[in-house]
């Protein structure tokens, strides 16, 4: 358990403490640059989320595709990507910050320079399936790439690692009397021994964590047991609170009644030694949950029977590794329910010196349920003697044509992060067979109806994400404030 600290040194050896893993992410030599790097990657998600600013090209294209994705109507998605490479048809956007704005354009093809800090360059492209015995169904494929400055594929592990660490284990001093007081006083339903360790997250990062106390609640921060075999136990869970949300952020609030129950899901990452990592969340509640064993280095420990297993930590360079997502959610709206078992996205992993680069594949189909009254009054029994097929068979129906996406390989997922002192690279990519008739069709756009946010909510949204960044600029110049520390403190 923490102690009390005796020196006011000591209240800054914990702040420098807390902040370890937004440092981390840099990987650069002192504290001074690496939160000097950090400031204008900050500068420029907030220019992203606030000042973002088509030009006329721009926006006449992306409200053509984006009616063609809102009413999941494929065939006016393909006809409006404006370059043909027959069977293809596809669009391509590059994305800068300009001054005291964030420019989107459309660019000319798919290899648009982004050789500046927060620069994106998007690709959409798609063609009709070729295959006339399959039905109707378009291959679609995105990109994404994006310079991030000075996070590369190490720090970022490393600070993932060291993230979950400081979560999950107190330091050895205790975190200042008010600090404990306005943390004990915004997460009062945190158990008594999770809150010396939140009052010492609370003062790490008080602007931020007032932030979201405006909003939010933190219900756990450590799991049963706390600790085990040597290694340490994170189980966070957090949640918005409806009344203060509507109080801060109205359209956001909106927006979240608009979700209401819409999802409950499940995804465990596994593999052959064990199971790394559990997330939930539910809409309904606005609660998310994160579950995962982690050792002193901040490395990740798989556990098998709820047991963690230390000799099976990753370590500080994971070179490769196989792993599968495997996801159980619920879903539902205007009064029905599709339920999915055993969404499985199998992954391989491999990092080099250029850098880290993840491949997953969806190969197959999980176990499709449907119940519930349609708009409250219609029950699936019926649309399904309505329908040619029920409503079960066209969920899997879609799933199985994504399955069988890339000649039977499954749909592709990548990720690619480079590991370079500055400029790295993300490049996200995706392609996969897109079932398209009247019934999938259908049941897309009601679930659009739900998910996607209305002009006024998607600016609550903005504002949100704007506000949460200031207050974790204005944590971080705090810490860029502090010097050289005593290091007798001896926090871990």
Known sequence: MPVAAAENACHDALVVDQWQPFVALTRHGNASDALADLGRVIAVQRLIVGHAEPDAAARKLRGALWKGVRDYDLDALYEALPVADPPWRAAYFISRPAGDIYRLSVADGPDATIDSLGAIRTTLAAKPDEKADRGDAFTVRGALGANIGPIGWQGAYEAAGLGILHSAQPANISAPGPAQQAANGAFGELAKDDRPLMAQLWYGLPV??????????????????????????????????????????????????????????????????????????????????VDAWVDDDGHLVPSADGAPRPDQALGDTPAR???????????????????????????????????????????????????????????????????????????????????????????????????????????????????????????????????????????GLRRLLDDGLGAFEADRLRRAGIGRVDTACHLR
């Open 208 to 289: 931020t964590w007032a932030w979201y106390a405006r909003i939010g609640r933190v219900e756990q921060l450590r799991g049963v047991p706390a600790t085990a075999g040597g290694v340490h136990h994170l189980h966070y869970q957090a949640a918005l609170d409806a009344s203060e949300l509507a109080d801060a952020y109205p359209a956001v609030d909106d927006y979240m009644a608009q979700l209401a129950d819409l999802v409950e899901a499940r995804i465990r990452v596994t593999s052959a030694a064990g199971q790394w990592l559990v997330f939930t969340v539910d809409s309904g509640a606005r609660q998310i949950s």
């Open 321 to 459: 590794g196989d792993f599968s997502t495997d996801i159980n959610a619920r879903m539902r709206a205007y009064g029905m329910v599709i339920a999915f078992d055993d969404l499985t996205i199998d992954w391989h992993f491999t990092a080099d010196a250029s850098g880290g680069h993840l491949v997953g594949r969806l190969d197959d189909v999980p176990v499709t349920r449907t119940s519930g009254r349609a708009f409250g009054i219609v029950p699936t029994g019926m649309l399904d003697a309505l329908m040619p097929k029920d409503l079960a068979s066209f969920a899997e129906q879609f799933m199985q044509r994504l399955a069988d996406s890339d000649d039977g390989a499954g749909a592709r997922l990548a990720l690619d992060l480079t590991d370079r002192s500055t400029d790295n690279r993300l490049v996200f990519e995706g392609e996969g067979d897109l079932l398209d008739n009247f019934f999938v069709r259908f049941g897309v756009k009601l679930m659009n109806g739900r998910v996607l946010p209305s002009g006024e909510q998607l600016a």
